[in-house]
């Protein structure tokens, strides 16, 4: 879905809903157009506004709530990833396949999640990390320090499949498609009313096309915080681009 068409057309035709309300209007009689009117078209104009607004509140606040709640789960894998490091460096070089299989493994998500070309990502690999699972458990513990670390390191794995599955599962949309027919809708009635009684001079139109551009970039944004690992507002990876380096070392 690219976006920044879907804007530039819904700009496009809320200034052309403008256009068609300033056309109706030569055709409109005279005595429709009385101050009586005029009042009783804006106030249902400022019912379906006042619910348009309330509507596109609630989409900016469920897509930037579904952002910020993907955000803070890629930050707490990152953590949980140094932390697992850090456990087997301590269980010592018989960790050392484990801690090959946990870097390749955090390339690879790195390398499918941003990739360097900003084309959309693909999401979260279900099976990404069984690698690291299975040579974790294939560690043979000597003492109760390892045997504690070993516990310690399953649990972290068991923790980064459950965030894991978690953007797996929230990778489907978080934008009702009939909300958004519904809300350009209103929008659409709102532009053309409103252009209907405004008086037809370059400062009501003016005033229309500013608006219409600010209803697309509050569109824009909806869109895309709602893809979260791709376009412009994307997740930014230097969370887990910092934990690679440190896995490096």
């Not at 006042?50 to 953590?79: N, Q």
Request: glycine letters at 6%; proline letters at 5%; aromatic letters at 6%.
């Amino acid at each position: 879905m690219n976006i920044i068409l879907i804007t530039v057309v819904l700009f496009a035709g809320l200034v052309g809903a403008a256009l068609l309300g300033r056309r109706v209007h030569r055709y409109i009689p005279e005595e429709h157009l009385s101050s009586d009117s005029r009042d009783a078209v804006k106030l249902a104009m400022g019912l379906v506004a006042t619910m348009t607004a309330l509507v596109l509140g609630l989409l900016v606040s469920s897509a930037k709530g579904a952002y910020d709640t993907k955000r803070s789960e890629v930050i707490e894998m990152a953590a949980k990833i140094a932390l697992l490091n850090r456990v087997l460096v301590l269980y010592g070089s018989e960790a050392d396949q484990a801690r090959g299989e946990l870097r390749e493994s955090v390339a690879d998500a790195m390398q499918r999640i941003w990739p360097a070309e900003g084309n959309n990502p693909e999401q979260f690999e279900p099976k990404a990390g069984f690698g690291v699972y299975g040579a974790i458990q294939g560690l043979s513990p000597l003492d109760d320090t390892q045997r504690a670390l070993k516990t310690h390191a399953v649990t972290l794995m068991v923790d980064l499949g459950t965030l894991r599955s978690m953007l797996v599962a929230q990778s489907i949309p978080s934008i009702s498609k009939p909300m958004l027919i519904i809300l350009v809708s209103w929008l659409v009635i709102i532009f053309v009313g409103f252009s209907i009684i405004a008086p037809p001079n370059a400062t009501t139109m003016l005033a229309l096309v500013t608006s219409a551009f600010s209803v697309a970039c509050a569109i824009f944004l909806i869109l895309e915080l709602d893809q979260p690992f791709g376009g412009l507002i994307r997740i930014p990876s230097d969370p887990i681009a910092n934990v690679l380096k440190y896995l490096a070392k």
